[in-house]
């Protein structure tokens, strides 16, 4: 049952499939809070500091809340806001160039990732490919952290496919959407992926400088289908593909 549907129901009750056992539940008395009371961590994307900055929050935690200030439009990508709704009257319009901000967005931080890790700013770029874009509490050292959003913030996540391509020095965030019993919830969730077609390795220039490759190459079409199908059945998709013990 989608989400959608159980808003549009209006129903007064969690529907069992979306319960989770205590044991898996977050606790509010044990877990962190986003921002400086060391919970993930806050990061200016216009400081001169960014580089460093965002590889602490890639290595340790795989996750950071970007304070940035919008860009100029982009053009207009692939896609077809001939099949969008029309209502609200401008809904088109402002899909459109969110979209495209976030596009920006993501470019600008795939560059800023590899400069973290002393690569050319190109380099995670050219390993993903060309984009394919579609229109939380997180898991660290068996802790949820709680985090709060920020008005003028994104919460950006690190993929399964940039730990790959790093091999393992940045890690993908474990993480999950809650409800609360005191609000809606809206999230506009927006992911940079590579093209089914494209296979996902270490970076040959990674591997080069540090250790022998941690992760098996993989078709990302083949990957996603997996993890739709299976799950992630209590533990991480991508751990499946680690090689050696």
Request: glycine fraction near 8%.
């Amino acid at each position: 049952m989608r989400v959608q549907s159980i808003a549009q129901a209006g129903k007064s009750e969690v529907p069992p499939q979306y319960i989770q056992p205590p044991s898996d539940r977050p606790n509010s008395d044990a877990d962190g809070k986003s921002g400086s009371g060391g919970g993930v961590p806050v990061i200016d994307l216009g400081e001169d500091s960014v580089r460093e900055a965002v590889g602490r929050a890639c290595r340790d935690w795989g996750a950071f809340q970007g304070l940035f200030r919008p860009s100029h439009f982009a053009s207009l990508s692939r896609r077809n806001p001939s099949n969008w709704p029309h209502y609200p009257p401008n809904y088109r319009e402002v899909v459109s160039q969110y979209s495209d901000e976030m596009n920006v967005l993501a470019q600008k931080l795939l560059g800023i990732i590899s400069e973290s890790l002393g690569l050319p700013p190109s380099c995670l770029k050219d390993a993903v490919g060309e984009f394919y874009q579609n229109i939380t509490v997180m898991l660290k050292d068996s802790h949820w952290y709680t985090v709060d959003p920020l008005p003028e913030a994104i919460v950006v996540l690190v993929s399964d496919q940039t730990e790959i391509i790093t091999n393992g020095n940045y890690r993908s965030a474990v993480h999950r959407a809650v409800t609360n019993s005191t609000g809606a919830r809206l999230s506009v969730a927006t992911f940079h992926d590579p093209s089914n077609t494209r296979n996902i390795s270490p970076a040959a220039v990674i591997v080069a400088q540090s250790s022998p490759p941690r992760y098996r190459e993989v078709n990302y079409g083949d990957y996603m289908s997996r993890w739709y199908t299976k799950g992630p059945e209590g533990k991480r998709n991508i751990d499946s593909l680690l090689i050696g013990p």
